[in-house]
């Protein structure tokens, strides 16, 4: 399987701060890599596709980027909704395999 | 607007059967193109996709490797509703379950909408 590492595991930020999440595949996935965000007690909403698509109805402030193996989730000026975990998918295999996460917290 | 609808028992015994459903409106069980799949998370392996059908002129089945010999997963066109069976549960299958939907079987891809969430505990 490939194995999708994320980091920082944790970040704490403020308002209006501009914040850097990066996932790393163990191989290059192309540009087969979706960002979710989970808030507690919730199913996980899709915020980017294909690397650096954004999904209707998610702020501009989201965006995508990379390619090959290595991938980054930026908020370009956090907002206090944007409090949760976000996870990185890779769909360039079949076992579609996930990041461990990276919780994001309003300071 | 799909919206996905799951329902389910929360607490089942080890070795029996854990059995899931999920309603769905807004698109069809048998929809071109579409995919549904089951998804679990817990504390100990994160998000773990489970498996997949889908209709191309008659459905098709993918499954997770490490579940492969234990799951089912069953559309019912009647009711517009798809299914889950996973056999012979230990306490690791504890997790939350997620119906979820992709957009495009045509290839491995994203997920796009997602259920509610049932939290399943496997304990006696």
């Known amino acids: 399987d490939i194995q999708m590492t994320q980091s920082p595991s944790t970040l704490s930020a403020s308002v209006g701060d501009r914040v850097t999440i990066t996932c790393r595949a163990s191989?290059?996935?192309?540009?087969?890599l979706a960002w979710y965000q989970q808030k507690p007690g919730k199913a996980p909403k899709l915020l980017i596709f294909?690397?650096?698509s954004l999904e209707s109805g998610v702020p501009s402030r989201f965006s995508g980027s990379g390619y090959g193996a290595e991938y980054t989730l930026t908020i370009s000026s956090l907002q206090p909704d944007d409090f949760g975990t976000y996870y990185c998918?890779?769909?360039?295999?079949?076992?579609?395999?996930f990041g461990q996460g990276t919780k994001v917290e309003i300071k | 607007h799909v919206q996905l609808q799951q329902s389910g028992p929360g607490l089942v015994k080890p070795s029996q059967t854990l059995s899931l459903t999920c309603d769905i409106s807004?698109?069809?069980?048998?929809?071109?193109?579409?995919?549904w799949n089951w998804v679990r998370q817990s504390p100990s392996r994160g998000l773990e996709w489970l498996g997949r059908?889908?209709?191309?002129?008659?459905?098709?089945?993918d499954y997770a490797v490490s579940v492969k010999s234990r799951i089912r997963i069953n559309p019912d066109t009647s009711k517009n509703q798809l299914s889950l069976q996973l056999t012979s549960v230990t306490p690791e299958d504890t997790a939350v379950y997620y119906c979820?939907?992709?957009?495009?079987?045509?290839?491995?891809?994203?997920?796009?909408?997602w259920g509610q969430g049932t939290v399943v505990s496997v304990s006696s």
């Open positions: 979820v939907r992709e957009p495009d079987s045509n290839r491995i891809n994203y997920f796009d909408y």
């Open positions: 807004g698109d069809s069980v048998s929809g071109d193109f579409v995919a």
């Open positions: 059908t889908y209709y191309r002129s008659r459905w098709f089945y």
């Open positions: 191989q290059s996935i192309s540009k087969w």
């Open positions: 294909d690397a650096s």
């Open positions: 998918q890779q769909y360039f295999s079949g076992s579609r395999t």
